[in-house]
């Protein structure tokens, strides 16, 4: 049970490519947003449609795979753990921003030729 405590899982599609850096030390990270979409009939009896973007990390093989394989628009299945960190904005207010970091990676779709 303690693997259930801090998991997430998604499927949704690419807002734009991978911002890949390499680290002094070598390391890959990837930083990436997904769009979930989930329609429902409002009182009326119309179709709704929510979109939320989700601001997501990935590191070392993953962000490797990334890199590689993830455009914009791109279906993709993403698992991982929500973290929160803070930092200071440019004014010095203290900001904090939540994310998925992503330790498993599935593309969707057909291959691409």
Not at 10 to 17: C, D, E, T, V, Y
Not at 42 to 71: D, F, M, R, S
């Amino acid at each position: 049970m303690y693997a259930l405590r801090n998991r997430v899982q998604l499927i949704g599609n690419l807002g734009n490519p991978p911002e890949v850096k390499t680290l002094s030390s070598g390391k890959k990270m990837a930083r990436f947003s997904v769009a979930t979409n989930e329609s429902y009939r409002n009182a009326k009896g119309e179709k709704v449609t929510e979109t939320q973007w989700h601001n997501l990390v990935a590191w070392g093989k993953v962000a490797e795979i990334a890199e590689k394989y993830l455009t914009k628009g791109k279906e993709v299945v993403v698992e991982g753990k929500l973290i929160t960190r803070s930092y200071n904005d440019k004014e010095g207010n203290k900001k904090s921003i939540t994310e998925i970091e992503v330790n498993d990676l599935l593309l969707m779709g057909a291959k691409e030729k």
